[in-house]
């Protein structure tokens, strides 16, 4: 290390380095207004502007959010377009910035499905920004974390049949490799906004040591100063994978 090396900034090496949003409560929000849940989402696109800003602020590295999940087709019809449309929005006003920014866009979920428009969007975003390595934003659309978990099964499953690998080749580093989510950074913290305490289907193998922060605040309220609270009671809380908390004289038994 040189003099001219910078250190890392102490209060952001302790990560989180990736965090994950459900980002609940659009409806709610809409409601306690008296206006269509539309524009709770419509609110809940800027919130999302707002957090992917600020994320940086706090040495996060990557932020994953749930768009639309596999069960999100079961509401009604106007509200699925509606949701659709949206992501159309975000793309089209946001992609030069994002990919200005620095922002790496990729785009987690089953491509069948979705209609061709959004299948292409979902195409050029992550190609124009796939040299970006400032940020990684992950957008999950049409994503399920059991059909993800189904998958990466199938895709091993194929390789055995091809002759290309055997059963006791697969590990949880050979697994993960398969998920949509193969190459990103771990994932640190999921955050779920509005109250409610589950994971949803949400990134059920790459939560497996995560922490979980729930926040009462809907998500179109959320930005900088309700993340900031998120990241502060990730850095309270003691990570130990399984292992013992580590005295000032042992190596953390990480597992
Ligand atoms: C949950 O609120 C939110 C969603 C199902 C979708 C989140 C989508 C956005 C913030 C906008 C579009 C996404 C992108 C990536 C641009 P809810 O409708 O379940 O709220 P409720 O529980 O209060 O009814």
Known sequence: M???????????????????????GNGRWAKARGM???????????ALKRTVEAAPDFGIECLTVFGFSTENWRRPVAEV???????????????DRLAREGVR???LGRRTGLPADIAEIVERAESK???????????????GGQADLIDAARRFAEEVAAGRAAPQDLDEARFGSLLSTAGGPPLDLVVRTSGERRLSNFLLWEAAYAELVFQDVLWPDYGPEALAEAVAEYRSRERRFGGVAAGPHDALAAG
Do not use: C, E, W
């Not at 040189?2 to 609940?24: E, F, K, Y």
């Not at 377009?81 to 992609?95: A, I």
């Not at 040299?131 to 994503?143: D, I, K």
């Open 129 to 143: 920004t796939a040299h970006n390595s400032r940020f990684l934003l992950q957008v999950a659309f049409n994503y």
């Open 105 to 107: 866009v990729r785009v």
């Open 2 to 24: 040189t003099s001219a090396t910078r250190l890392p900034d102490p209060s952001q090496a302790q990560g989180p380095r990736h965090v994950a949003v459900i980002m609940d």
């Open 36 to 46: 269509p849940r539309t524009l709770g989402h419509r609110a809940g696109v800027n």
């Open 81 to 95: 377009s509606d949701l659709m449309g949206l992501v159309k929005l975000y793309v089209q006003t946001d992609l």
